[in-house]
């Protein structure tokens, strides 16, 4: 059995609801506490009086440009932990905390090289989720060639100043609003690995992108 | 016993039973042969060593002092003893472990002593005599007992400090600490907490003069330097390639200086043909594995040819083969690390068994002495300055070799960008900017995870006739020795505890009173009891991990006491979601 499991205190700090996490063969986004498995008895309560009594005075004041309180204040809090599953092998599917495959963009490991406009080129493939093949758990892509090729996910998402994150519409960010249904790739040029180097390109002649553009305002999604 | 018979069929893939490689009489290397369980592997008791040689001392019918199994450890109790700290937390578990502390007053000729885990057994010592407490604990890289370690041992050692503390003429008296460290902050404040001791004093202490102690001298960096420290960075290029370029320029130079120096022995340029490359992340290392496998071979194999200056009209360096980089990793067994440290000392003079490029993680930032090394490579500032000073300090050990430190940082990196901006700043000072450590053993949480097992450990060998595993049941009839354990953790906690002194006096109480009504509840209908599973079915005693930890009374509840000060943490299972919400099927990975 092939358990993806992480340590208790990790779930608080670095990998906790909405950080990204790399397991060993996915990269996923850990679910918000509503989506957490709490069963009773699965959890216990941590006794942290003045962790509390804290919480309880910052979420219940109101902001600090007099928005309204984040919680009525008679609201008690408690602490628990997250669901521990205490055997894994039980025949009952043992709780856990949901975690959701991001960013749903993949490249395909193979790297295909061309030639446009006199110059070479090395360029993978980019898909969605939805374009992986179904079976083994969508983790291959079938290309033109009905040949089969791992994929990895994208290295890039979109993130504001408020700290919220994204997924990148490569469609979107490429084309716009046009509709267009031709293959894209991930095309890399020079050998820096850089923003500037690396380019988002369409088989239908659009302009290619690099990712130093995708760095203007307001360029990975419209307001 | 299966240990010793795996490294005997196997001795090239299953790691030694004991972690010594040669006999440290005459140096002979340790055969299979030399490892022999006693008095023989249906019934083993020992573990015996002996030298291969035939004329070493230590051979035939006499076996060489070393002991490396617990049961002839506790039989022997021997007057030197090595130990980790996660010893420790065999305290409460085993009675035996009490013999370290006195409390044995029988032995056997030619078995052991025998101490009160095992009443009426052997002759009495003569006079009736007990075996002493330690009087010198020596505690090596105190600023590793730091953080969530440094805490719960700082619990134990109440226990520790409480047993070893004799009292002479009415006056207690503990064993001297002696702790060594190179980079420590507040040390004072962690000795204070750690192990209870008023007074700090520094060895060698600070004399008249600041560069001379009359123990220790220091000589100036131009007389005598020690290490070079250099850092690279590139603008708009990614750390794996800065790498890659860093390297195979210094592997080539390396070559090309070795060269250059001609036929002597030894050769001044043998330090820098080993590259020990250091990485914070095995992440990190396992690409940079990658990298170092391909593109560093490939290129440092034309780089000599290829790479040549126009003006002067020289070639600065010299093609090399690169063999397979060796990895001292928690990775790889701890006896490949063993043998991987033997090829380190290895100079080229062998070439065949000497070592290209090492890749390490923090395993070798304490207790990796070859004054061989000269040059190292540190890919991205490691997170601590502790840590990068201890890491790189492995090179240019000796006088004569002086050590050269390439330190790859990225810029892209904020941290790692400050610290290339002011880096002759901080290479100057940088013993000023190690961090002071935290140790807390009085905090709540510490509490809940360690209390019950040093209040355990005090009641189980403070008190002789409570030292058995049977002996669990009596804890009632020792009205002043629940007293006197209340005393001694209060004492030491000095009111550091939330709720000051009463809040905690009363806390090991109602733990004591927990105890008692355990073991009366569980050996109500005759049924047997003990500390620990050894003793019986039924035990004081748990694993913090146990499964059937939760069907326990709230009482019996409370004793949880790990086998290690490390890993209680329980893990937690994720479980991955398509972006809908839904089971990912039919995938191989995650099933």
Redesign the interface.
């Known amino acids: 059995?092939?358990?993806?499991?992480?340590?208790?205190?990790q779930?608080i700090t670095t990998f906790g609801p909405g950080s990204m996490?790399d397991?060993?063969?996915?990269s996923?986004m850990?679910?918000g506490l509503d989506?957490w498995?709490m069963r009773q008895?699965t959890w216990s309560n941590v006794?942290?009086p003045r962790l509390i009594e804290l919480l309880q005075k910052r979420l219940t004041a109101p902001g600090p440009n007099g928005e309204p309180p984040r919680m009525p204040p008679e609201t008690r809090l408690s602490l628990r932990t997250?669901?521990?599953?205490?055997?894994?092998n039980a025949s009952r599917e043992?709780?856990?905390?949901?975690?959701?495959?991001?960013p749903?963009w993949f490249v395909c490991e193979k790297v295909e090289h061309v030639t446009i406009g006199g110059r070479d080129r090395r360029r993978r493939r980019l898909v969605r989720?939805q374009d992986l093949e179904a079976?083994?758990?969508?983790?291959y892509f079938y290309g033109d060639d009905g040949k089969r090729t791992e994929v990895t996910p994208i290295r890039f998402v979109g993130a504001c100043e408020h700290g919220h994150i994204q997924d990148i519409d490569w469609r979107w960010v490429v084309h716009g609003p046009k509709p267009c249904h031709e293959p894209m790739w991930l095309e890399e040029r020079g050998?820096?690995?850089?923003p500037?180097d690396t380019y988002a390109v369409c088989n239908c002649g659009v302009d290619p992108l690099s990712l130093q553009q995708a760095f203007a305002p307001g360029r990975l999604a419209s307001a | 016993v299966t240990r010793v018979r795996k490294y005997r069929a196997n001795p090239q893939r299953v790691k030694a039973p004991a972690p010594i490689k040669a006999c440290p009489w005459c140096g002979t290397i340790f055969t299979p042969e030399s490892f022999q369980c006693t008095p023989n592997s249906i019934t083993p008791q020992n573990l015996e060593i002996r030298c291969t040689n035939g004329a070493c001392d230590f051979t035939g019918n006499r076996a060489l002092p070393i002991l490396t199994v617990d049961e002839p450890i506790y039989r022997r109790l021997p007057a030197f003893l090595i130990a980790t700290v996660d010893k420790f937390a065999s305290l409460p578990w085993v009675g035996e472990c009490g013999g370290f502390f006195g409390h044995v007053d029988r032995m056997e000729e030619g078995v052991g002593f025998y101490g009160a885990a095992e009443p009426g057994i052997g002759r009495k010592l003569f006079n009736g005599d007990q075996l002493l407490p330690p009087d010198l604990i020596i505690q090596d890289e105190l600023h590793l007992i730091s953080g969530p370690l440094g805490t719960v041992s700082g619990l134990y050692e109440t226990a520790i400090d409480a047993l070893s503390t004799r009292r002479i003429n009415d006056n207690p008296i503990g064993p001297k600490i002696v702790a060594s460290t190179a980079t420590v902050r507040r040390a004072a404040d962690q000795i204070r907490l750690l192990f209870d001791r008023k007074t700090t004093q520094i060895f060698p202490p600070p004399a008249v003069n600041r560069t001379d102690s009359f123990f220790a001298v220091t000589v100036p960096a131009s007389k005598d330097p020690a290490r070079l420290y250099m850092g690279v960075a590139a603008q708009g290029r990614g750390p794996k390639l800065v790498y890659l370029r860093a390297l195979t320029a210094l592997l080539a130079a390396a070559q090309s200086e070795y060269e250059g120096a001609g036929n002597v022995n030894p050769n001044p340029a043998d330090p820098y043909m080993t590259a020990l490359c250091y990485f914070n992340a095995l992440r990190e290392l396992g690409g940079a594995r990658r990298i170092v496998e391909d593109e560093v071979r490939d290129r440092t194999a034309r780089y000599g040819t290829e790479r040549v200056r126009v003006d002067p009209p020289t070639r600065p360096f010299r093609d090399r083969r690169i063999r397979e980089p060796l990895e001292l990793t928690s990775r790889v067994s701890t006896d490949k690390v063993a043998e991987a440290k033997q090829a380190l000392e290895t100079s080229f003079v062998q070439r065949d068994q000497a070592v290209d490029v090492a890749l390490a993680t923090n395993m070798i930032s304490v207790g990796l002495d070859i004054s061989r090394l000269g040059l190292m490579l540190v890919q991205g500032q490691p997170k601590t300055a502790a840590e990068y000073i201890q890491t790189t300090s492995r090179v240019g050990r000796d006088h004569e070799r002086c050590g050269l430190v390439v330190t790859v940082l990225n810029l892209h990196k904020p941290r790692d960008r400050t610290h290339y901006e002011s880096f002759r700043q901080f290479h100057r000072t940088f013993y000023r900017a190690v961090e002071a450590t935290s140790v807390t053993p009085w905090a709540a949480r510490a509490l809940d995870r360690a209390l019950a097992a040093i209040v355990v450990a005090l009641g189980r060998h403070l008190e002789p006739s409570l030292t058995p595993e049977s002996a669990v049941t009596t804890l009632s009839e020792h009205d002043a020795l629940r007293a006197r354990i209340a005393e001694v953790i209060a004492a030491r906690a000095d009111g550091r505890v939330i709720g000051g002194t009463a809040a905690l006096k009363q806390d090991i109480a109602s733990l004591l009173e927990a105890w008692i009504n355990t073991a009366n509840e569980l050996t109500a209908t005759g049924a047997p009891f003990a500390y620990s599973r050894t003793g019986a079915r039924s035990h004081l005693l748990q694993n913090p991990l146990d499964p059937g930890l939760a069907n326990l009374s709230p009482d019996h509840r409370r004793f949880v006491a790990g086998r290690s000060m490390r890993d209680v943490e329980p893990n937690i299972l994720l479980k991955v979601r398509d972006p809908w919400g839904g089971e990912i099927a039919n995938a191989g990975d995650l099933e």
């Open positions: 059995v092939n358990r993806n499991l992480q340590r208790l205190s779930l996490l397991l060993p063969t996915r996923v850990v679910g989506r498995e008895g006794s942290e997250p669901p521990m599953a205490k055997d894994l043992p709780p856990g905390v949901p975690v959701s495959v991001f749903t989720w079976g083994h758990g969508r983790r050998t820096s690995a850089d500037g």
